[in-house]
């Protein structure tokens, strides 16, 4: 296997590191399919709610994911898409401006560089560093809502765009870590953008969906429509926040919380009796007494609740809330729990569903892993720049805007 031909994608999660590695292959009808290859997952130390916490403990992680995933395919990792979340990443909307250069005054892909270029200009919070500038549409001479202003005649050229920002201190420990394991970025991607590319179609872009991943710390979210990214945020809940109130309420430890979570636990009482009742002695030997399987779900649904509750208000915030028509497409390790979609659709007033990568072929168990969608969604990513690298498109001019943060990135490699 070539090391050119391999796409690689890391997220950086709370709870563990996950690597998936991709491939494209073409098929009997000469077709480029990508093709995942390998994934595999180390438990994260160093890492809370998206933010290095301890650097040296951080790359000890990366390092074991690393090998592991080298191990996997027998060729060392070279270069990767990387996931950045956390709760420090803000968010705006920013205008630019620009005359069309072209005496005849046709726009270019220059022109449209040009004005996201200018878009970049917007004042950012202090210690703040860009990571994403998305094209959201373009006008020209007044005329609006153009997704594509290539070809097209005038002498004022304007684009609106959402721009991504992290706390520069954050983006540098990030950085930092990658580089000290050996591993060169190929850039930084917002978590829940990677993971929308993952698992939404175009189709429901544009009619309109929020994909919503609860993981173990952190619950993201990206709204889109008209194809069009309206909305993200990174919230600090998660289902490791459900096993501390099953902890809690059961007066048990962590450990045996999480199990007794994946054994018997449901998002809803709905369907359950007082009478239906486990051991906790089979989860510990120190443990004894029944506990009603209707107490056990009271104490998840509470917090689920909250959770789309949270997510209901980001979305009142851009006055979705309830008007989605595509609905919220679930995914993460937290949507794993059963009758939960049961949950959102009730909370949320809208359709749900389960979010599984799609357009990919793999025989290996871990892509229909809910917990793997973010690193999947960075090689798709990946995979979409490398081809689009010729040209413009609005999914290059993403990562296009980083190449001042990747000059510095490049000082911190040992």
């Given amino acids: 296997m070539s090391r050119e ?167 540098k420990n990030l950085t930092k870590c990658i580089y000290q394991t050996g591993i060169d970025i190929e850039d930084l991607v917002l978590a829940p953008l990677a993971t929308s590319e993952a698992v939404l179609t175009n189709r429901q872009k544009e009619l309109g969906v929020a994909v919503v991943n609860i993981g173990g710390a952190t619950t993201s979210l990206a709204v889109f429509e008209q194809g069009d990214l309206l909305h993200t945020t990174i919230l600090p809940l998660g289902s490791e926040h459900i096993t501390s109130d099953i902890a809690i309420g059961l007066r048990t430890s962590i450990d045996v919380a999480e199990k007794i979570k994946l054994k018997y636990g449901l998002a809803t009482t709905k369907g359950l009796e007082k009478k239906d009742e486990f051991d906790l002695h089979e989860f510990d030997e120190n443990e004894d007494g029944l506990t009603s399987r209707k107490y056990l779900a009271e104490i998840i649904e509470a917090r689920v609740e909250e959770i789309f509750d949270k997510i209901d208000l980001e979305l009142k915030k851009i006055d979705r809330s309830g008007s989605l028509p595509a609905g919220i497409i679930l995914t993460g390790s937290g949507v794993k729990l059963p009758k939960i979609i049961d949950v959102c659709k009730r909370k949320m007033r809208l359709p749900a569903a389960l979010g599984y990568p799609y357009d990919i072929i793999s025989v290996i168990d871990k892509v229909n892993d809910l917990s793997f969608t973010t690193a999947i969604g960075l090689v798709k990513w990946g995979n979409l720049i490398n081809v689009q690298r010729k040209g413009f498109s609005r999914f290059k001019s993403v990562a296009g805007v980083t190449n001042k943060m990747k000059k510095w990135f490049k000082n911190l490699m040992p």
């Fill in 5 to 171: 031909d391999i796409i690689v994608g890391v997220d950086i999660g709370s709870t563990s590191i996950k690597i998936a590695i991709g491939q494209n292959t073409v098929n009997e009808a000469g077709q480029k399919k990508l093709h995942i290859i390998g994934a595999v997952e180390q438990e994260a130390e160093g890492i809370n709610r998206g933010v290095i916490t301890s650097i040296e403990e951080a790359i000890k992680s990366i390092n074991k994911a690393k090998e592991k995933a080298e191990k996997l395919i027998g060729v060392p990792l070279e270069s990767a898409w990387i996931s950045i979340s956390g709760g420090h990443i803000t968010s705006q909307i920013s205008k630019g401006v620009v005359a069309v250069s072209k005496t005849d005054g046709e726009v270019r892909e220059e022109d449209m560089e040009r004005a996201i270029e200018a878009a970049k200009t917007v004042t950012t919070p202090p210690n703040y560093e860009i990571i994403h500038v998305i094209p959201r549409s373009f006008a020209v001479d007044g005329q609006s809502n153009i997704k594509d202003p290539v070809g097209m005649t005038g002498v004022r050229l304007e684009v609106e765009t959402y721009i991504i920002e992290g706390l520069s201190s954050q983006v």
